[in-house]
């Protein structure tokens, strides 16, 4: 295993074991209980494991407050990978958490080949729009770009740079340049906002991120710690797993097929079901009788993370996917179903998104 995450590389996880104890990221298995109306995320374990999530539970237990803070990357289609986030957005939303998302345009601007311009326009066509249609609503939703941080924002962005040696910053990242080093203390600007002064000062705040977030996550702790010049509580995280691919490995708005988008077409979406791996046998034969290998299977994994909400519906499935009862055809098929259904709602809700671009940003 690799001795650092890069946050900007990309990274395939094969061991969350291995990854949460090398990195000291608790399983969220031992918090599960003192979760509210857990969502489906969180009841399958595909948010597995967290820092500190106790803290933010015990302020939704005393009704004090507490924040969500995440950020998105604007990178091509936005697809089922992203809407994890954003499900978990509006989940957040629901347990009347005030909710801050940053626009990461300068982090896309100095670790990738965009422009600021390009950054804005991908994060509202592709991302608010389909967070729109997801169910986030403007309420305590504060949507806004890194470019256009305030003052206090930018300044003590810059500030930060001081409680951090290049040892450390050598430790957790790997090899740095100027513009990931920039990148990851604007990224902590972002996760400690929500307790600046004008915000309502210390408190605790979730910040939930997929595994290659981590190292961020772990500066702007330390940060937290040392900072002279405010006090603040220890941000917390939470991790949730990716979904691979659609042909296996990694899903990547690069590869075509590896993703199906929230705006494509069911009838291209259902071809690309059609072509995804399974975890189905070399024969029918050798698939009734062994079952199907689930845990290489693509296509219940796009169930599981995001068409079948009903846990039963999803258990019964899989008995009879594994026990070879059901055969990767028929599997693709409720696949196929379930995915048409959401694509046409998602789409009409996407129209609608169209005009309310402009309750998020102000
Ligand atoms: N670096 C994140 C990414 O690549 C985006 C991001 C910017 C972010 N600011 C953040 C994530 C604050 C979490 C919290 O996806």
């Known amino acids: 295993m690799a001795e650092q995450i890069d946050p900007w590389g990309s990274i395939q996880i094969e061991n969350y074991e291995e990854t949460m104890e090398k990195f000291g990221i608790e399983p969220l298995k031992d918090l599960k209980d003192r979760i509210p109306d857990k969502n489906r995320y969180i009841r399958r374990d595909i948010i597995y494991g967290h820092r500190d999530f106790g803290r933010v539970l015990d302020a939704m237990e005393e009704g004090n407050d507490w924040s969500m803070m995440t950020g998105l990357m604007p990178s091509g289609n936005f697809h089922f990978g992203h809407k994890m986030l954003a499900d978990q957005f509006v989940w957040y939303q629901e347990m009347g958490a005030e909710l801050y998302i940053a626009v990461a345009d300068v982090e896309a601007y100095l ?70 080093v920039t990148s990851a203390l604007t990224q902590a600007a ?144 409720i696949a196929k179903e379930e995915l048409r259904d959401f694509l046409e709602h998602h789409q009409r809700r996407l129209e609608e998104a169209d005009e309310r671009v402009e309750e998020f940003i102000h």
């Open 190 to 333: 972002d996760i400690l906002q929500p307790e600046f002064d004008e915000n309502g000062g210390p408190k605790p705040v979730v910040v939930p991120v997929g595994t290659d977030q981590d190292p961020h996550i772990r500066l702007t702790r330390d940060i937290a710690s040392r900072f002279p010049h405010q006090e603040f509580v220890k941000p917390s995280s939470t991790y949730h797993k990716f979904m691979r691919g659609l042909q296996g490995g990694k899903m990547s708005s690069s590869k075509e097929n590896s993703y199906i988008a929230l705006s494509e077409s069911p009838d291209s979406a259902c071809e690309k079901i059609d072509r995804a791996k399974t975890g189905g046998r070399q024969s029918k034969e050798e698939q009734r009788k062994k079952g199907a290998v689930i845990e290489e299977d693509t296509v219940f994994e796009l169930l599981a993370f995001h068409l079948i909400d009903d846990d039963d519906r999803l258990r019964d499935i899989h008995e009879k996917y594994s026990s070879g009862e059901m055969l990767s055809g028929e599997l693709k098929q």
């Open 111 to 180: 670790t990738r080949d965009m422009s600021l311009e390009q950054a804005r326009e991908i994060a509202i066509e592709e991302y608010l729009k389909n967070y729109i249609a997801l169910g986030l609503e403007p309420e305590n939703v504060n949507f806004y770009f890194q470019s256009e941080g305030g003052t206090h924002y930018n300044t003590i962005s810059k500030l930060f740079a001081k409680n951090v040696t290049q040892n450390e910053v050598e430790a957790v990242y790997g090899d740095v340049n100027p513009g990931k």
